[in-house]
């Protein structure tokens, strides 16, 4: 899986969860997670969560740090389940990272919380030839309809956040796949 | 997903890992759950893990609560995801049950350490028909071949354990098949 | 699987045909058979059976009962076999219900025949996360553009139909998927 | 598929229901159904229904039409759907030849009933490569554990049943094959 | 597979790769291989290889022989095997027709040279039902955006060129399908 | 995917053709493929070829260039392909390592021939978790039970022409697998 950390600043608006958005725009060829940090303000056309499109849900924040994973060759099953250990992984960076005192971060499914605060959104779906992530995580919390939670608040530094999530996820996945090959199937 | 705690006390030697053990020996049918307290004794010719075949390792240990998880339809990949994400799952009800201050455990792939006393042993794999894991944690320690903790240590009821355990683990994997159920697809 | 009998009217054009019509619409989640009665008009552009397609035929009717199908993680040709059993299904329902005498229906592939009159039209296609069905029953069947017979004509009251029809198909999509699930595998 | 009506009398003791029976037994490679009439008597270790296999069922008959079926590259829930859609074309095929008048055969599963007696057993499950049917019908009665009843009380041919059976399920695989291949995918 | 060489001069303009293009323009059901002869013009909006899509490259060609490939049921990863073994079997088609004495071609990828002349473009990919491949040779290098070779350079008859091609691709295709058939598996 | 070439000696007798031969007797995890030089004897029980195996052929050969193969979360189709790929790699090889002037060796399947002499034998399999390719190719032809010829009448060296199909292997291999991800999908 190849990392990368762009240094663009531009508005996650829902296109960019499509096929080889990394390879076609950023030319990264196979398995990949980018991350950057800008706003987010995705239309209705753009929402592929059914539930947030039923509730005419907005999807806004100001400042996020935003991910788009693309994987292949895999199922939907399979992203859910990386999109929630991700959330967790997501969870264990902050705690190394933020000096704040008895932080207590709740992961439930996909989502993050401090207390009732979320901290993120984030969703998991499939193309015609690969499966796709979108996980964004607070900032500022300006502009978030919903009771919110940033790193600013967290004392997290972003640029840290982004290196060491970018690092666990690709450790993660890669030794998640080895494992598939190093055991003997049973009856 | 069925979730069962069994009042048996099986040793659990590996030949417990094979499709449709819930079914055929207790009778559950489809997705399921099954966990017990009982001793650990894998032989070698059981090892389903190609790591611990190769190093000989013994897998041992006097008293270690057992799950076995069983589903249809999926992948193996899918089975290693599901078998981290319940060992994050796992984490977090030692941590809501422990009584011991500022406790740290960490996870790593699929395992749990506390500092370097390893918690768990677990393995994910495959069957013709399904996908199956074998997740254990220590009891007590003695007759485990390694420095290990378990939850005496850690002053956790078992019983309590297994059915936060069983409950957070059936939430999460029918959350999770949902989950693929109401997204929109991409292009 | 869920079943829904609605109580709406609308036309029956095609578009009906597309994954998460039950969910975004009618806010019923997974797998799923929703039927309503109204009239069918699918346009050239709406047609997926690319046989009427070639042919150009038009696919029309003044009353009739819909039922959409749709099913997640699992194969097009298994979505063509259940069109079939549910074939079958409508057949034997009518049988039950209707008092017409020596009443002979034939099945054939996946459409409905009393001698050569049509009782039924049919398409089994895939959307990129599930697999779909529709099958639509004459009720009358003015404005049906090729020799037809309809529930009417059987003096089969409609909702009796659609009631049982939902039950049976329900009953037959969840015993085969638990069928799959308690065989053991062979060499 | 390849169909073939074979002359010898073998017992069928569940060890033919294994990946190809037909080619290497018979040399017919490829999908399959091969048909004979023999006794039946099946163990506990060749029972791959774990429903038969709990309840300690005895499968057992002195003169049945047995069915073969295997084919590739598909799933075991396409298995266990077209194995009732054989049930429903056997069913077709005893009331075209029986002249038993006002005849009404039960199908629940795929299981064919002349109200509370057995006119068949069958099971599908999956091979490593393969997707593989039995199915059987009574020629008498003689020997069966359960109320029961046969193709000799129904009087109808065992030959003629066979090969109806036979070139009808060949058609029903073929086309329903083929529905897969003519069908434009949808959103 | 079906082969069919079509007599049209129609030009290839990237539309023509996609799903049932066999079926819905020539009535050529299932799994199928089409040729022609005619002129090759891509706009970039239809091109599919990302590659090209990146480098604006422009492809063009104003005589090709074109192969449209149309498979079902089988992966993307299947169709790139399947285009290079294509690409074999054409260098080979060449090597038996052309009177060029010590012709060496080079198959790089699904690209063909004669030393660092192309003679060929193709692509594979896949449609949400099926896998689908466009292999294109130059027949004459006229309004070729790089040095190109073709079949009239070669000495080698279109038709004669088209109709072997056919018939071997045919017979790679089927023979490696039952290939699949007759194997036993293992542990 | 990994390549080793192994400096043993030992046996072909068909058992090497498993799972995770690679990994649990050579610690070589994942893709890969593994070569060594060394006699054939595979006896009718782990002959996986159901053909030779009906024609009770016997398998052996005093010295050849053996080839495993392993890889994951594919195929048995995709295997087939890669199998025959292979033999035309192989042929590649030769000619360029050759000194016999106009050598030409047909490939036919998955053999390959110089006029009617045997040079090679070959099986795709596959595994409960992943496809496997047994390629060998005749050093010397004493007991090779047909016709056939070898490196050493091609005055080939042995480890040239391994070194340079393992790369080659490998090359094709990695690039077909990039190949599927930077394509677009198509309607």
Chains 1, 2, 3, 4, 5, 6 share one sequence.
Request: proline share 3%; aromatic share 8%.
């Amino acid at each position: 899986m190849q990392t990368k950390f762009l240094k663009t600043k531009e508005i996650y608006d829902g296109t960019q969860l499509r096929s080889q958005f990394a390879y076609l725009e950023h030319r990264i060829l196979g398995d990949s997670v980018v991350a950057w940090i800008g706003p987010c303000h995705v239309s209705l056309d753009n929402m592929v969560d059914g539930e947030d499109f039923l509730d005419q849900s907005s999807i806004a924040g100001s400042e996020m740090v935003h991910f788009i994973i693309e994987y292949f060759n895999q199922s939907l099953f399979s992203g859910v389940l990386l999109q929630r250990l991700f959330a967790n992984i997501i969870r264990d960076v902050i705690y190394e990272l933020s000096p704040v005192k008895n932080l207590k971060l709740l992961r439930q499914g996909d989502d993050i919380y401090l207390s009732d605060k979320k901290l993120s959104i984030s969703i998991a779906t499939s193309s015609p030839i690969s499966t796709l992530i979108h996980f964004a995580v607070n900032v500022r919390t300006e502009g978030v309809p919903v009771p919110a939670v940033g790193l600013k608040d967290l004392k997290v530094s972003e640029t840290e956040f982004i290196k060491k999530c970018l690092a666990s996820l690709k450790n993660e996945f890669e030794s998640s796949l080895t494992a598939t090959m190093k055991v003997r199937p049973v009856e």
